[in-house]
């Protein structure tokens, strides 16, 4: 089974601070996803990476920074911590090009104080 | 840009009954995903259908595409307690594009 691994479920950071959030896949994907979820507004789609060291905007890019040094980690990175940035984030990695089966990981809700 | 529109957004139902969740897209999509989120838990991909008049079922849920109505459904019979979660369903271009969701509520 393809496993998806987000190593902070629960964050509670200050306002101002740099956050890391990190992800792992096992199945050698290359497509990696870092999505945003809130109530009614379903998912988001921050920044995605098709491939090592390569990085596309999503559709909410704005604050949010991505690095992906190795095939099997995308890590996203808030610069500076915002209120408006307490959310749940999920991890996603795919199999090459587009339309194949996204695959999750558990999520990371992060709180913004 | 995809559009995706589902209906209803929250749904209640007993137990026995069945019901139809819609899923409306905007534009040609390559395929349409259906996805299922428990409380607290990650996304898990339930059907992906690839062409026009695609029919998949797994146990009491049954899902359907036409795409020139640029709709799919999700059809549950005979509900039951285990199937209450969020349903989402998902078109295809350049990424995908996920509806707001269906928050789905059986009662006994």
């Known amino acids: 089974d393809v496993k998806v691994t987000q190593s902070s479920r629960y964050l509670v950071k200050r306002t101002g601070e740099k956050v890391f959030l990190e992800c792992v896949q096992d199945m050698d994907h290359e497509n990696m996803f870092w999505y945003r979820q809130d109530p009614g507004l379903g998912l988001r789609l921050i920044y995605f990476?098709?491939?090592?060291?390569?990085?596309e905007k999503g559709d909410i890019p704005e604050g949010y920074s991505v690095s992906r040094e190795k095939k099997e980690r995308f890590s996203l990175i808030l610069e500076s911590a915002s209120t408006n940035q307490t959310s749940m984030y999920l991890c996603a990695s795919s199999l090459g090009g587009t339309g194949n089966t996204i695959y999750f990981g558990e999520g990371s809700w992060l709180t913004v104080v | 840009e995809l559009k995706v529109e589902q209906n209803p957004l929250f749904l209640s139902m007993q137990e026995g009954k069945n019901y139809t969740i819609y899923c409306n897209y905007s534009?040609?999509?390559?395929?349409l995903y259906w996805y299922r989120q428990d409380p607290g838990k990650s996304l898990e991909s339930l059907f992906v259908?690839?062409?026009?008049?695609a029919v998949k079922q797994e146990g009491r849920l049954m899902a359907s595409l036409d795409t020139k109505a640029r709709l799919s459904t999700l059809h549950i019979t005979a509900a039951v307690h285990d199937l209450s979660a969020t349903y989402f369903c998902a078109g295809t271009g350049n990424q995908f594009y996920f509806g707001t969701g269906t928050s789905l509520t059986v009662i006994p």
């Open positions: 259908l690839l062409s026009n008049g």
């Open positions: 534009t040609t999509s390559d395929r």
């Open positions: 990476s098709y491939d090592v060291k390569m990085k």
